[in-house]
C-alpha cells in the first residue's frame, strides 16, 4: 500500500473527527471524548501509548497493530482539539526527513533556548 494511500486513510479519519466532535455524545465516541476536554483526550493518548507499548514487549504482532490503530485515532483527536492538522505534521516530518536524530534534537534545543 502507498504512503499516499496512507495519508489519505489519515485524513478522511481526521475528517470523520471534525465531523463528529461536536455531535451527541450519547451517539457518537468522538463527541464524548471532545465533550470530556482535551485533558482526558491527552490521558487516553497516554493509556493507548503504555498499551501499544505492552503489545510490543510481549511480540503481539496482531495487538501492536491493533493498539497502534487507537493510539493513531486519540492522537488525531487530541490534534483536532488543539487546531493540529496531520499536514502541520507531515510538513515537520518532511522537514527532519533524512536529517539525524541528534542533529534535530540539537536544533529543538537552540530553538527552545531562542525563545
Known amino acids: 500500500m502507498s504512503s499516499k494511500v496512507n495519508n489519505q486513510v489519515i485524513e478522511r479519519v481526521f475528517e470523520v473527527i471534525q465531523d463528529r466532535r461536536n455531535g451527541d455524545p450519547k451517539e457518537s465516541y468522538v463527541a ?39 493510539l493513531l485515532f486519540h492522537l488525531l483527536m487530541l490534534w483536532a482539539d488543539a487546531g493540529v492538522k496531520p499536514g502541520d505534521v ?26
Not at 39 to 58: F, H, M, R, Y
Not at 93 to 103: F, K, N, Q, V, Y
Open 90 to 115: 507531515y510538513a515537520e516530518l518532511a522537514r527532519r526527513e533524512g536529517m539525524s536524530g541528534i542533529t534535530e534534537k540539537k536544533q529543538r534545543k537552540k530553538f527552545k533556548k531562542e525563545m
Open 32 to 70: 464524548k471524548q471532545f465533550g470530556k476536554g482535551r485533558a482526558k483526550i491527552a490521558e487516553k493518548v497516554g493509556e493507548e501509548a503504555v498499551e501499544t507499548v505492552i503489545a510490543a514487549i510481549q511480540d503481539n504482532k496482531r495487538e501492536i497493530i491493533a493498539e497502534s490503530t487507537d
